[in-house]
């Protein structure tokens, strides 16, 4: 992972290859291929910070799909559905106990999706 001088994600390394991250303000509008060259994802987002509706997949042959994005009542990612409203995708999150002095703090133990993930 790289990030730039504010602290924003701009690539992300996985099994899945390298994805490059473009900003609108605060929030990630496009992803792209290792290269820059092809638009992979595109997010739609609400009026607040940290509010991603949708996203829509670029790299389908056919046609692109879109999914959206539903959450919990703490604002994380748990469910994904496709435009047929069918559930693709579910995130869980687990409580942990914090260290010395946030005693029971909840955590996140995993991160709904990965361009949105905090260091």
Request: charged share 25%; aromatic share 10%.
């Amino acid at each position: 992972m790289t990030y730039a001088p504010d602290g924003k994600r701009v690539t992300l390394t996985d099994s899945s290859g390298t994805r490059k991250f473009l900003y609108d303000g605060n929030d990630v509008i496009q992803e792209y291929n290792s290269d820059w060259s092809t638009v992979t994802k595109e997010y739609t987002h609400g009026p607040w910070v940290d509010e991603p509706l949708s996203m829509t997949d670029k790299t389908a042959k056919l046609a692109s799909s879109t999914y959206y994005l539903m959450k919990d009542r703490l604002g994380s990612i748990i469910n994904i559905l496709d435009a047929n409203e069918a559930l693709k995708t579910t995130y869980s999150y687990v409580m942990e106990a914090g260290t010395k002095g946030e005693r029971n703090r909840p955590r996140r133990a995993a991160c709904a999706a990965p361009q949105w993930c905090r260091p």
